[in-house]
């Protein structure tokens, strides 16, 4: 990732963080594993991969909003609802930003402590869900369990449930 390693570590491990108070991580994990939630979205193997299909319990599958991720990587709020939005942009204007972003850059370093932490705050929407397709939603899951795996598909084979 060059000179972006540390803004994309800083947000896995916030990742990593708040996903293991809804299921516990185990100790000898450092992050999750992505995964999809449908065989239609799934990446295709190419040479030396493989893609596992796996029957995982419910109860250890972390779920969010693929989408809202985007904001977490980006540094933007992410709002409630429409009426959130545009009140948070109104906000950001009277405080004389354009956008959250403004305020992780170094030339605010510091300054504004109190809508960093409104932001951050804002990023655990991404586990809430607002409309369930393949595209939007994601799996997170800690480890794959032998138990777990349904297929194991290899370059050129069909990728299914």
């Known amino acids: 990732f060059g000179n972006m390693a ?5 947000s896995y491990a916030w990742f990593t963080k708040i996903a293991s108070t809804m299921v516990p991580k185990p100790d000898d994990v450092d992050a999750s594993i992505w995964c999809t939630t449908s065989h239609e979205y799934c990446l295709r193997p ?5 893609v596992y299909v796996l029957d ?3 109860s250890q599958v972390i ?30 204007k009277e405080i004389g930003l354009n956008n959250s972003w403004d305020i992780f850059s170094p030339k605010y370093a510091g300054a504004f402590p109190d809508e960093v932490q409104r932001v951050r705050d804002s ?16 799996g997170n899951i800690w480890e794959i369990r032998k138990e777990w795996i349904h297929k194991i598909v290899h370059p050129g084979e069909e990728v299914s449930d």
């Open 56 to 58: 995982v319990p419910e």
């Open 63 to 92: 779920y969010f909003d693929e989408g809202k991720w985007d904001y977490v990587l980006n540094r933007i709020y992410i709002p409630e609802n429409e009426e959130d939005r545009i009140s948070y942009q109104n906000h950001l």
């Open 6 to 10: 540390d803004h994309y570590m800083e």
């Open 46 to 50: 190419i040479p030396g991969t493989v």
């Open 123 to 138: 990023w655990k929407r991404i586990f809430t869900i607002d409309e369930w397709h393949i595209y939007n939603v994601c």
